[in-house]
């Protein structure tokens, strides 16, 4: 079974969790930008977090055969922080790098004026770069914040089919499978969806558009939901097709349209087997065995 994960935060996870994923199929995944925990103070806090997603954390995942890949942007959360908004004008130098398949995640947290602004710039950065977008949905008034996502999405011109609204739910689907942006569920502990309800979302939708991620971060959550939904696909009577479409190919349909997804050599891995070490860490004293 080959997964990707198409939105996990591994800069909260340990190496623990990717021998985990890389033993449960995880081959590749996506890692957006998202808050800490802790509010940033400067745009220069966004620079090293940025670095990271573009260096360190590739290297990390290749010491367990797993392929990293980033989306970039301002988030929601902190789009509200005038300390940070300059992230918008330092942007556009990292969304030109090779890593970066996506801008997110853009979208809602509590539908200020301020994320309106930031929300409108980012998805007019994505048709500028060619980027798709992986858009976040608000915890709180979800279905008024749906409405309002796809509302700027329309106006923005960017073609529905380059846009993933993700953290959806069954009382939220059914407002974005008419309009052709890509529907992502987020299958997390307690507070988002559970591998059963998931079950039922496919059954009733199909698995066109569909991406099912963990979104596991520093919160109650687990980076191998995305195996869990898959088993309870199979057990639901699903076959192994239509698991490889929602857990691999749309995934892979849907940020390969960046035309920066790299899954060379990736399918063919052998279990334990490393991965090539980008360049730039080829002598690093963290590699494995070296600790």
């Not at 808050?35 to 745009?43: A, I, N």
């Not at 970039?72 to 969304?95: F, H, I, M, Q, S």
């Not at 796809?150 to 529905?160: A, C, N, Q, T």
Request: glycine share 8%.
């Amino acid at each position: 079974m080959r997964i990707f994960d198409p939105h996990v935060h591994m800069t909260s996870r340990t190496t623990h969790d990717y021998a985990r994923m890389r033993e449960a199929g995880v081959r590749a995944l996506v890692e957006p930008s998202f808050w800490l925990g802790q509010p940033r103070t400067s745009v220069g806090s966004f620079v090293d977090y940025f670095d990271s997603l573009l260096g360190f954390e590739p290297f990390r995942a290749a010491q367990f055969g797993i392929r990293h890949h980033c989306a970039l942007a301002l988030n929601p959360k902190e789009a509200n922080d005038p300390r940070c908004t300059g992230v918008l004008d330092l942007l556009p130098r990292y969304l030109r790098k090779d890593g970066v398949v996506a801008v997110g995640e853009i979208g809602y947290d509590s539908m200020t004026p301020a994320e309106d602004e930031a929300f409108a710039t980012q998805l007019e950065l994505a048709v500028t770069h060619g980027l798709p977008v992986l858009v976040h949905t608000p915890h709180r008034d979800k279905a008024a914040g749906v409405r309002r996502t796809l509302d700027v999405v329309r106006e923005s011109g960017i073609p529905p089919e380059r846009v993933l609204v993700d953290h959806l739910n069954e009382t939220t689907v059914d407002l974005v499978a008419a309009t052709g942006c890509w529907m992502g569920f987020s299958v997390y502990p307690e507070t988002k969806m559970s591998a059963r309800r998931m079950t039922q979302v496919l059954r009733r939708f199909g698995t066109e558009r569909i991406l099912v991620d963990s979104a596991a971060d520093w919160g109650d959550s687990d980076p191998l939901t995305t195996r869990e939904t898959a088993e309870a696909m199979l057990e639901a009577g699903f076959g192994h097709d239509a698991v490889d479409a929602v857990l691999w190919r749309n995934p892979v349909r849907f940020y390969g349209q960046s035309g920066r997804l790299d899954l060379d050599g990736v399918e063919t891995a052998g279990a334990g087997r490393e991965a090539e070490v980008p360049a730039v860490y080829a002598g690093n004293s963290l590699r494995r065995g070296e600790r």
